[in-house]
């Protein structure tokens, strides 16, 4: 509560000398898919961020990145699929629902 507080009248940009936010969502575009794949990996691995979402419309998915000793792992999650994530554990939620909230 008191992360979401600190950000939630700022711009979207994480700085080294921060403290990250626990999770990051990016809802891809046509013009940002290929950053929003590859380039965000390392960036957010960098700032330890712990876990972020490539939100993708296009390819209807979900792919939930979890930090895991400098490294994002990926698992795809896409209609039913129920997405795990190991933040927020007790999160129940579809990959369908979340993309239906993105477009």
Do not use: H, M
């Amino acid at each position: 509560q008191e992360q979401w507080q600190d950000l939630q009248d700022r711009e979207a940009v994480i700085r080294l000398n921060e403290t990250p936010p626990f999770l990051v969502v990016e809802i891809v575009s046509p013009s940002t898919k290929s950053t929003d794949r590859r380039a965000k990996r390392a960036e957010y691995s960098v700032l330890n961020i712990p876990e972020y979402w490539i939100v993708d419309p296009i390819d209807s998915q979900v792919i939930v990145c979890s930090l895991v000793e400098g490294l994002y792992d990926a698992e795809e999650f896409a209609g039913g699929d129920r997405l795990i994530s190991p933040t927020f554990p007790e999160l129940i939620l579809t990959a369908a629902q979340v993309l239906q909230s993105a477009s």
